[in-house]
């Protein structure tokens, strides 16, 4: 087998059209839950069958039940709110548009994380018996020789895992049916001029679900101590201690225009559909509630902007 050859099946695990999806023979889509196999057809190419076509398969390298995907995607009605600063706000008027962060931009670094550092290896290893099986059944290299290989291979796998990370972008949400305290400290430094936008997850899906290739689900929150992740899953786990954030995200891959400095980027929506009201800080003066309420008319934005609940005054 030769270089380019294990260089394409490491493309080929890795890309989801090819290995997540559907079927590489018919192009039938997997179904939830169905034994899918990758392998060699009779002239030993790569390929990756469901039930359709598995008598396809010569020589199989890798079965498993096909997960359609790990993430849950929110009901219809749910609520969804993007705590913002002043700033931030503005600019997604101005550009009338939702901002997708890179991910190696995001302050937690284990976003798009395969796992602990201390659990490097059993990752490592558990790619690599792949490779060698793949290699092994069409090759005659002696175990040395193999070894290298495999190493080669592996390490252009993870290359392309880290590559990955600078090409998904990410939205984030908070699901909640009301406010939270919590998210306006965390996500307004300056408490006083946050602010927070209201949708339905059916509202933001319609904006954007036009894109190829987007994805919208619910993170979940994971104890990374006994736990791998796969090269596509990695970016809907995050770690327990975020589980308050209980947050939704948009997740967009494969962007082709990769600026190294580029934070992130703007996807057009129209703020008027996706919007159904603005809410001001508990904590903000009148004076701040009037300019946000300006700022969005300003901008043809039609939305009622309105103080946080959290601010009701009670008796005793
Ligand atoms: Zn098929």
Known sequence: MQNNDQMDILQQLFSKAQYYQKCSICNKEFGEGESVCLGF??????????KCCKQNVKQ??????????????????????RYLTFPK??????????????????????????????????WDSSYKNIFKFAIGLSSQLTESQMEAHCNAMLDGFKMMCKVERLHTFINCW????????????LYCSDLTQGLAIKTTYKKLSKELNHISD????EVQYIDYTNRLLGPQ???????????HEKEVRVLIHNVQDFEEEKEGIDIPV???????SVYVSPVAPQWFVDVVDDITKRYGLDKRVRQSDLGAKPFY
């Open 41 to 50: 057809d009779v002239n030993g190419a790569l390929i990756c069958t469901g």
């Open 60 to 81: 199989p390298i890798y079965s498993s039940n096909y997960i359609k995907r790990v993430y849950t995607i929110p009901d219809d009605e749910d609520v969804l709110w």
């Open 270 to 276: 129209s703020l008027d559909r996706l919007i159904d």
């Open 233 to 243: 899953d990695a970016f809907w786990f995050k770690r327990k201690t975020f589980e």
């Open 214 to 217: 987007i994805k919208i689900g």
């Open 174 to 185: 908070h699901k909640n049916d009301c406010e939270s305290e919590a998210m306006w400290k």
């Open 89 to 122: 706000f503005v600019s997604m008027l101005k550009t009338q548009s939702l901002f997708f962060s890179r991910v190696d931009k995001f302050n937690d670094p284990f976003e798009g994380a395969k796992g602990l550092i201390e659990n490097e290896g059993k």
